[in-house]
């Protein structure tokens, strides 16, 4: 996963003495970029099985939440 290196190396950089601010900054936009990704990922995901269930499925979905 590109999001997990993505964090592992701002801890990796949070780690190095100095820290190198710009470094550790590039690298948390990196990790957010990825994370945002994901997070897109999930919600085509629900998109893509929402549409595939029946409206009586959905009602009984919510029914039971």
Do not use: I
Not at 18 to 29: S, W
Not at 40 to 64: C, P
Request: glycine share 0%; aromatic share 4%; net charge negative.
């Amino acid at each position: 996963w590109d999001l997990r290196e993505a964090y592992q190396q701002v801890m990796s950089d949070l780690d190095e003495v100095p820290v190198d601010e710009e470094k550790v900054m590039d690298n948390v936009q990196k990790a957010l970029l990825a994370e945002n990704e994901v997070q897109k990922l999930q919600v085509r995901l629900l998109l893509e099985l929402r549409n595939l269930l029946t409206d009586e499925q959905m009602e009984y979905l919510q029914s039971v939440q």
